[in-house]
């Protein structure tokens, strides 16, 4: 166990809903890290946030958004959800915010458009 | 740009055999390179990395990796595998060249099979 957690572990939903997904970082990390794993595009950062603020964005659609709260959960929103949006979605945390952090992920959250 | 490869998609070896993993990567700056293991339904989880100093860098399970400048390689090793070796292995690198994105590319990984 990482220390990562991740809510919900599956969620099933249809074509053009909305969904938010919910991770909380391990205690005292201040960095958290979203990724998307599907079959076809393998392991995908999204974005990261340390200490509340957006650091980094990567292959995120206009149609994702996401934040970290003040207490560092952060949430993940996905709207207009597409059947190519299925996928697993990864939070990890990490303590500060360098490039030889080790990032820790949680068990993730297994999204299904239907 | 960063990247990863990972040039097999399956490694099959026999319990108790010497286990290789082999990942080669592609940065501007200095590498940070790290190991992942994936069993089926459930998070990556971090085995070891490589920052700076010796080349050879022991990490959980008896796992370890040689870092190789020349080769811009990265290749996991295990001694002696176990049938509870089998899993995704994810080798992923930071370009510590880049002074604002920290973010991880990861390889397309590779399945170990390890049969008893």
């Known amino acids: 166990d990482s220390g990562v957690t991740q809510t919900p572990k599956h969620l099933i939903t249809a074509t053009g809903q909305r969904v938010t997904l919910r991770c909380s970082p391990r205690s005292g990390d201040l960095s958290v890290y979203w990724y998307q794993q599907s079959l076809d595009q393998g392991l995908q950062f999204l974005i990261q946030y340390y200490n509340g603020e957006e650091r980094a964005k990567g292959n995120i659609l206009e149609r994702f958004s996401a934040q970290q709260f003040p207490d560092l959960h952060s949430e993940l929103n996905l709207s207009s959800l597409e059947l190519g949006d299925s996928a697993l979605y990864f939070c990890a945390s990490s303590v500060e915010w360098g490039p030889t952090d080790t990032q820790y992920f949680g068990p993730g959250t297994r999204l299904t458009v239907l | 740009a960063q990247s990863v490869a990972q040039p097999e998609d399956q490694v099959n070896v026999a319990e108790g055999n010497p286990l290789t993993v082999k990942c080669t990567y592609s940065?501007?700056?200095?590498?940070?390179l790290f190991w992942y293991v994936q069993y089926p339904n459930r998070g990556l989880q971090f085995l070891l990395k490589y920052i700076t100093g010796d080349n050879l860098v022991k990490g959980s399970y008896g796992f370890e990796a040689e870092f190789n400048k020349s080769q811009t390689s990265f290749h996991l090793k295990k001694p002696s595998a176990l049938v509870s070796d089998s899993a995704l292995y994810f080798c992923a690198v930071r370009d510590g060249g880049r002074s604002n994105d920290y973010k991880l590319s990861f390889g397309a990984g590779t399945t170990v099979t390890v049969r008893a």
């Open positions: 940065v501007s700056g200095n590498p940070y």
